[in-house]
């Protein structure tokens, strides 16, 4: 995850880039667990 972040930060070159890279990183891992939830309910759904 924080190896992810490392090309970000080094593009904007800003005080407040290592924030924003996190920042980021977080928002890409929660996205990837909304997909997961979804795709994961449709899978019960289906089953059932």
Same mark, same amino acid.
């Given at each position: 995850?924080?190896?992810?972040n490392i090309p970000i930060?080094?593009? &904007?070159?800003?005080?407040s880039s290592h924030c =924003? ?9 929660? &996205?990837k667990l909304l997909l997961?939830?979804? =795709? ?9």
């Open positions: 995850m924080v190896f992810q930060r080094r593009k &904007l070159n800003k005080p =924003f890279a996190i920042f980021v990183g977080f928002i890409e891992e929660s &996205l997961f939830e979804l =795709f994961y309910d449709s899978e019960k759904q289906l089953a059932i």
